[in-house]
Every structure is written in structure tokens, then in C-alpha cells.
């Protein structure tokens, strides 16, 4: 794994060979089925269309990797303020539009991995335009979220310490499909900015 994005027509290009490609829409797919996990949602259109019209929930969830994703708003209002009460009532009229955004995000990721479709170790190009940018960005950044709570990275040099584990060592291939994400991540907003 080592070509990442470039700037390209306004927007951003890599090279993934069917490995690359097939890992990171797998990751795409599991983020999916996470996001879709809680109250038994399954993403129909008749969910999506309820949600629409209903109140989401008002508790952080308890999966670490969705309490990342989907983090309380206030942490701290001061000795007047209560926080956890502004943060259920900001959850409830905002979580729900938030799932959907991340599905959507990570949707987009497997649909241009599929059209991509490289066999063997033949590497192929996926062109992206600025809204698909914009969507691979946030997935690529959910991805991360998700998998930094499972290894426990909170800061740099937790990431910093996972890099010395053995390569025998169960957590290692996540420590290395974490690093590249972040390179994706960090090359896409680049090409990006550059695109500007």
C-alpha cells in the first residue's frame, strides 16, 4: 500500500490494486452494519423516511467506536450549565441526520471502489470528483474514528507506541491499516487544497 491521493481535474486521484481496493470497501461495508447497529435500524427507505420525522436518540451510545463517531456536544458549560442534558436534547434533533450523512459517505466509497473493480495486482485509477471528495473524506475519517477506538489511540503517541508491537501481534495488521488511512486521509485533503 503506497499510492495515495493526487489533485486531478478539480478533484482527487489514486491508484488501488484489487487488495487495496477490497480492504477498504470491506472496511466501508463493516462501517455500514455500525452506523445501521443501534435500535435494530437497517437503513430502508422506510427508516430513513421515519427518522426524518421522529426524534433520535438522547444517550451517548455504548459502543466506544459509535460513542467516537457520534460524540456528546457539550462536555462542559460552566458551574451553571448542565451539559449532559444540552448534549441528549442537541443529540436527539441532530444524531439521526448525522447517521444518515455517514451512511451516505461510506456508501459512496463502495459504490467507486465497485466501479473501480482492478484485478490481481494490476492497480487501477479512481477519479474523484469534489462532492465524491468531500464523502471519501468523511468516511475515511469515520473509518479511523472507529478504529482508533478499538486500538485505544486518543492521541499521536498512542499511534506512535502500536508502531513497536511484533508483527506476530493481533492488533498489527489494524496498526497498519490505520496508518493508511491516515496517509489517504492526509494525501485527500492535500490534493484538495491544492485543487482549490
Not at 435500524?41 to 423516511?49: F, R
Not at 492521541?155 to 490505520?178: G, I, S
Request: aromatic content about 8%; glycine content about 8%.
Amino acid at each position: 500500500m503506497g499510492r495515495y491521493f493526487k489533485p486531478e481535474g478539480g478533484g482527487a486521484a489514486a491508484s488501488f490494486d484489487a487488495f487495496e481496493a477490497g480492504l477498504l470497501r470491506a472496511y466501508a461495508e463493516q462501517m455500514l452494519e455500525l452506523i445501521d447497529a443501534r435500535d435494530g435500524a437497517s437503513g430502508t427507505a422506510e427508516d430513513l423516511i421515519a427518522s426524518a420525522f421522529s426524534e433520535g436518540p438522547t444517550e451517548l451510545p455504548e459502543d466506544p467506536a459509535l460513542a467516537r463517531l457520534f460524540p456528546d456536544a457539550y462536555t462542559d458549560l460552566g458551574p451553571d450549565g448542565d451539559a449532559a442534558a444540552a448534549s441528549a436534547e442537541f443529540r436527539r434533533y441532530t444524531e439521526n441526520d448525522l447517521r444518515a450523512r455517514k451512511r451516505d459517505d461510506a456508501q459512496a466509497v463502495i459504490r467507486s471502489l465497485e466501479a473501480l473493480a482492478p484485478a490481481g495486482r494490476k492497480r487501477e485509477t479512481l477519479r474523484l470528483k469534489p462532492d465524491e471528495c468531500r464523502q471519501w473524506l468523511g468516511a475515511l475519517n469515520d473509518l479511523r474514528l472507529v478504529i482508533a477506538s478499538r486500538l485505544g489511540i486518543e492521541a499521536d503517541e498512542d499511534f506512535d507506541a502500536l508502531l513497536e508491537l511484533p508483527d506476530d501481534d493481533p492488533r498489527h495488521p489494524l496498526v497498519l491499516t490505520y496508518g493508511w488511512l491516515t496517509t489517504l486521509q492526509d494525501t485527500l485533503v492535500e490534493a484538495m487544497m491544492r485543487s482549490l
